[in-house]
């Protein structure tokens, strides 16, 4: 069976298993899954088993507008300014009412009730746009909360945003910038280069030396540049996350000017593997519940 195929079944297992338990018990089945051992959510220890207990727990309604890929934007005028914000060309209730027409020839379309609903146009004309609406479509009649657990998509307002899609020049691939930020001050910086193909992911500190570890994906081979607005970058991560216990604020660097990406509260679904898996321990000392 292939890489591709077994994700997809495992990804099917986990939906059917969020289905047919409760918030807890579906947390304490799949984290075992995960690392094969219990989650202890008395006293939890580890960085991804603090994330989860903060799904159960922290259930704060301010988070439904702040991980709202649309109602996000507002804040982050409030807090930073509208400079910082990609280029939108309209949100939508319904696919219908999207007029491919008088969009650009490049946009990203993004649901705002979810993580990872998106579909990328790097050319329109090459755009199968009856495939397009019919995987939105799913996702206009999906809940997050309900796939997989994330308490602060239960209450999203279903729709599809469409941004204009950054991109550098020469082709060269774009850099996600991620600030883990642990009660208001950056500690790592994770950074994800080819997310749709190739993907690499590394991690770096505050003067951007490259860590020892990693997350699920692949390293990079070579250190990436460090990008000449970092301190702007670190001091926009403590301003955004200086209301959390812990949030990943991500950036994108393009063209010499920054752009928000999003506000993350539970990276992984909660249930990501660290190489060396030490590293959950030490970043969960960090998290202070």
């Not at 403590?238 to 752009?259: A, G, H, Q, T």
């Amino acid at each position: 069976m292939s890489q591709r195929m077994t994700t997809r079944l495992k990804r099917i297992l986990l939906v059917i298993l969020r289905k047919i338990t409760n918030d807890v018990l579906y947390i304490k089945i799949r984290y075992f899954i995960t690392y094969k051992r219990f989650i202890k959510l008395q006293k939890p220890n580890t960085f991804f088993a603090k994330i989860n207990w903060l799904k159960l727990y922290d259930r704060n309604p301010f988070y439904t507008r702040l991980v709202d890929k649309f109602e996000v934007r507002e804040h982050i005028k409030e807090k930073i300014g509208s400079e910082y914000l990609i280029e939108n060309f309209g949100v939508y209730e319904d696919t219908e009412a999207i007029d491919f027409d008088k969009l650009p020839n490049k946009f990203i379309l993004k649901a705002t009730h979810g993580a990872a609903w998106q579909i990328i146009c790097e050319d329109k004309n090459k755009l199968d746009i009856a495939k397009s609406k019919k995987i939105m479509n799913k996702w206009l009649k999906s809940n997050f909360y309900e796939m997989w657990g994330e308490y602060v998509y239960k209450k999203v307002r279903p729709r599809i945003v469409c941004e204009a899609l950054l991109s550098n020049e020469n082709n060269q691939a774009l850099v996600d910038y991620k600030f883990h930020c642990f009660h208001g001050e950056p500690k790592y910086i994770q950074t994800d280069r080819n997310r749709f193909k190739n993907h690499t992911l590394d991690f770096y500190d505050l003067e951007w030396s490259r860590l020892p570890f990693g997350l699920w994906f692949p390293p990079s081979e070579n250190t990436i540049p460090r990008p000449e607005s970092l301190d702007k970058m670190i001091e926009l991560s403590k301003i955004l996350s200086n209301e959390f216990k812990y949030v990943r604020v991500d950036f994108y660097f393009v063209k010499n000017k920054i752009f928000f990406g999003e506000l993350t509260f539970y990276p992984c679904n909660g249930f990501g593997v660290f190489d060396p898996p030490s590293i959950d321990y030490e970043m969960g000392e960090l998290l202070k519940l």
